[in-house]
């Protein structure tokens, strides 16, 4: 990410510190909360909930924030990767595969919290890239 770029877009582990520690438990509790969501999502998609008319009318958007959970989870995991080490190779594929999931998931037209999992997984992707400048 350049200057520009970078003042724009303050990084996203900022707040937690420097140590990798700190931001390991933050990046954690919030991929707490992203599983949490794909569960409940995946829920109301099951052929276990019991309110056909309420699931079908859900669906759409239901599959979209199953897909944002996903998203979530994913660009957690390259920020992960990127603690352990920020020039493996091996992130530049998880990149895109986010990416990838990203594009997808945006395909999906229901409205479901707007495009803030979108920003967040750019974020998680920035923040993997600025941490090769702190390595």
């Known amino acids: 990410m350049g ?11 900022g707040a ?4 990798a520690g700190e931001r390991r438990a933050a990046l954690a509790e919030i991929g707490g909360v992203y599983d949490r969501i794909g569960r409940a999502a995946e829920r109301l998609l099951s052929a276990e909930f019991r309110n056909k008319h309420l ?9 979209k924030i ?14 992960n990767f ?27 037209f229901a409205w479901v919290q707007g495009d803030l999992t979108d920003q967040f997984a750019r974020r998680c992707l920035w ?9």
Request: glycine share 6%; proline share 7%.
């Open 3 to 13: 200057e520009a770029a970078a003042a724009r877009h303050p990084p996203l582990l």
């Open 16 to 19: 937690v510190g420097r140590r």
């Open 55 to 63: 699931q079908t009318e859900l669906r759409p958007r239901s599959v």
């Open 66 to 79: 199953k897909g944002w959970a996903r998203l979530g989870l994913m660009a957690l995991e390259v920020l």
């Open 82 to 108: 990127a603690l352990d080490d920020p020039h493996d190779p091996a992130i530049a594929v998880m990149r895109d595969q986010v990416l990838d999931k990203l594009l997808l998931t945006r395909e999906n």
């Open 127 to 135: 923040a993997a890239d600025a941490l090769k400048g702190e390595a």
